[in-house]
């Protein structure tokens, strides 16, 4: 082997380590290192997304690798070599029903489970959790209107881990609860989205968006701003915290005495006072 070769196989060993090392860390709603699939799903809209993309995946190998067996049964068989005298057919029904008829079922199985997904995503259920997400430059806000209607923001902790996704405080639900999570922006648009609970909508000035999640799972999850709403969007994270229904209880009581005065006191809301 030369020394090109070893070279390259050095590279590729360290890079199946490294990727093997990712995979040990990791961990239940958030990215890992080297992360080349979906994060790990946390909610039953995520499952269908996870099953969705597998079948889809199945079904464009199978095709593609059809296709390609078609192009190398052409070029072995029919070259101008090995088939001196070309056929001079133009026209065959049977082939023509064929090739229109399989993609079309093709398309129509596709399509089956695509709507169905669609639907569970935008079909929220009757929420057990009210949580209105404000999507602010360059911050989010929390407001529960249905345990006290209190109200705060969550900046970005550049000391807390994960790097750029840890927060002050973070957003907090009850496990196995369906939450409903609304959204607007203040200022420009934003988007909330959480990779694990397979959400991702638009937070639009003057216009209140709904989706929602069922968090199966204990646990962070985190997520990021995912529209580009200025120079600090990338510094927006989105952190939530599932818990049992009584650690849930005892933060409500907490945060209703903490985010009493309506928010705490960062730089936007001292902004907004002075209006
Ligand atoms: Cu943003």
Redesign the pocket.
């Known amino acids: 082997m030369g020394r090109m070769g070893r070279q390259l196989l050095g590279l590729a060993v360290a890079g199946v380590t490294l990727a093997a090392s990712g995979a040990a860390f990791a961990e239940l709603g958030q990215p890992a290192p080297w992360e080349y699939k979906l994060q790990e799903s946390g909610s039953p809209v995520m499952d269908n997304i996870v099953w969705f993309h597998n079948f889809l995946f199945v079904l464009t190998t199978v095709i593609t690798l059809f296709v390609l067996a078609l192009l190398v049964i052409v070029v072995v068989k029919f070259n101008a070599r090995a088939n001196p005298v070309p056929s001079r057919t133009t026209h065959n029904t049977l082939i023509e029903v064929v090739w229109t008829l399989v993609p079309v079922l093709i398309l129509v199985g596709i399509a089956v489970p695509s709507f169905r997904l669609l639907f569970l995503e935008l079909d929220v259920p009757k929420a057990d959790l009210t949580v209105k997400a404000t ?1 602010k430059q ?1 911050y989010w806000s929390y407001s529960y209107p249905d345990n006290g209607k209190f109200e705060f923001d969550s900046l970005l902790a550049q000391d807390k881990q994960p790097r750029l996704l840890g927060v002050d405080n973070e957003m907090v639900v009850p496990v196995n609860k369906v939450i409903r999570v609304q959204t607007t922006g203040a200022d420009v648009i ?2 909330f989205a959480v990779p694990s609970f397979g959400i991702k909508i638009d937070a639009i000035p003057g216009r209140l968006n709904e989706t929602w999640f069922k968090a199966t799972k204990v646990g962070m999850y985190y997520g990021q ?6 120079k600090d ?1 990338a510094f ?1 994270p989105i952190a939530v915290r599932v818990v049992s229904d009584q650690e849930f209880a005892s933060w409500v009581e907490a945060a209703k005495k903490k985010y009493a005065s309506g928010g705490t006191t960062t730089y936007a809301s001292a902004a907004d006072a002075a209006h």
Do not use: N, T
């Not at 701003?225 to 200025?230: H, K």
């Open positions: 999507g360059w934003h988007a701003c995912s529209e580009l709403c200025g969007h927006m």
